[in-house]
């Protein structure tokens, strides 16, 4: 997962793929924020960061599923044409699972194709098989409890002085940091695609991130 260290203002700040994480990288640039690796977390809050307030950004999580659909299947594949090799992850997960013939020998243009015919129906109903092969479709909870790779996969607590939702909280955690949020890059605002929610995909959503509802008190009856 995603995790920053604001240096000026001492303050770490981790946040899930699809919430401001473009944004945040940005700023590496501007405002001197310092990626910070999984591998290098625990042992940079021990000593660099050992005062620092560490705060965490979420999103609903209708709003960020709807956002990675948009961007992986819709606004990527439009902006460039796709070989299996430029194929992000987080792409190639969903087109192994839906059309197990494409390969490294497939033309571009049919990649392209595939990834835009995927409905969103198909693409949600994929999700149960594939949510924990790649960090865009994670359960957002799951930062919380780190799970140490290096360290022999024990697990550490993470705890938060903070937590900002990116729908309404966005002007505290500004005043926060000091960061200018509404300066947002990847936006897919810009796709005009109309997604229907049936019963199958809601219940599969509020399944999947259930504790994402209900720890940071989104409704999952609001789509």
Aim: proline fraction near 3%; include cysteine; charged fraction near 25%.
């Amino acid at each position: 997962m995603p995790h920053f260290y604001h240096q000026s203002e001492n303050i770490l700040i981790s946040t899930n793929y699809k919430v401001l994480y473009s944004f945040l990288r940005r700023q590496e640039k501007r405002s001197g924020l310092l990626y910070i690796s999984e591998k290098h977390l625990l042992g940079f809050k021990k000593t660099q960061a050992k005062n620092a307030d560490h705060v965490l950004l979420v999103r609903n999580p209708y709003a960020r599923i709807m956002s990675f659909y948009k961007d992986k299947f819709h606004q990527h594949p439009a902006a460039e044409t796709l070989t299996y090799g430029d194929l992000q992850r987080c792409q190639r997960i969903f087109i192994t699972e839906l059309y197990p013939d494409i390969s490294d020998d497939t033309p571009a243009d049919d990649i392209n194709r595939a990834l835009t015919s995927v409905s969103f129906s198909d693409f949600v109903e994929t999700l149960p098989k594939v949510y924990q092969l790649d960090g865009h479709l994670y359960p957002q909870h799951q930062i919380a409890l780190f799970r140490h790779r290096y360290l022999r996969f024990r697990h550490t607590r993470l705890d938060f002085s903070h937590t900002f939702k990116i729908e309404t909280d966005l002007e505290l955690f500004s005043n926060l940091t000091g960061l200018n949020t509404s300066d947002k890059v990847n936006s897919t605002k810009s796709v005009s695609l109309k997604i229907e929610w049936d019963d199958n995909s809601r219940k599969t959503i509020q399944d999947i991130y259930r504790q994402d509802f209900e720890d940071y008190h989104y409704d999952t009856q609001a789509v």
